[in-house]
């Protein structure tokens, strides 16, 4: 199925940008772009749902996971089940936390932050694919202006 590209002539900027928004992150999180993207990776396909909590993880280590749920706005639940299937798959481990015995402080392993770079650079690789066709130019002031909307983004959420 394409994108509704046949959006009214009358359509707002704004309903334009949440159109192209939904078709960007639809086309992000297919299951086949996810199972092309490991495999230009050389990484084991790990499910879907993980990725962000090992983005997180990576980024935010050492982390109990109830900051990683609050981080990514998901039930701790989800987290743990996630936690668990990394850390069997050998990216990351889980220690005891100094401040508190009963909590686990979460860091990804030396192999999972391998499978997370090889992962970013094998997306990378596949952008510049998509941008071939763009000028250099064109490529600089879209990530200009995307890096514009996610602060904007950010923005308006610390306000809610």
């Known amino acids: 199925m394409q994108p509704s590209a046949k959006m009214p002539s009358m359509a707002s900027a704004a309903e334009e940008i949440a159109q192209v928004l939904m078709d960007l992150m639809r086309h992000h999180y297919l299951p086949r772009m996810h199972t ?20 997180c993880i990576a980024h935010h280590a050492p982390v109990r996971s109830s900051d990683v749920a609050d981080a990514l706005g998901i039930d701790g639940s989800t987290v ?11 990216l990351l481990t889980r220690t005891p936390d100094p401040a508190d015995g009963r909590v686990s402080l979460l860091e990804v392993t030396e192999a999972g932050q ?5 992962m970013h650079e ?8 998509i941008l071939a066709g763009w000028s250099k130019q064109d490529q600089k002031r879209l990530a200009a202006d995307l890096r514009r909307l996610a602060a904007d983004f950010s923005a308006y959420l610390e306000k809610l």
């Open 80 to 90: 743990s089940r996630h936690v668990s299937r990394l850390e069997h798959a050998g």
């Open 114 to 118: 391998d499978a997370f770079r090889r």
């Open 36 to 55: 092309h993207v490991a495999e230009k990776a050389g990484v084991p396909l790990m499910e879907r749902a993980c990725l962000p909590v090992v983005r």
């Open 122 to 129: 094998a997306r990378c690789a596949m952008l510049e694919e």
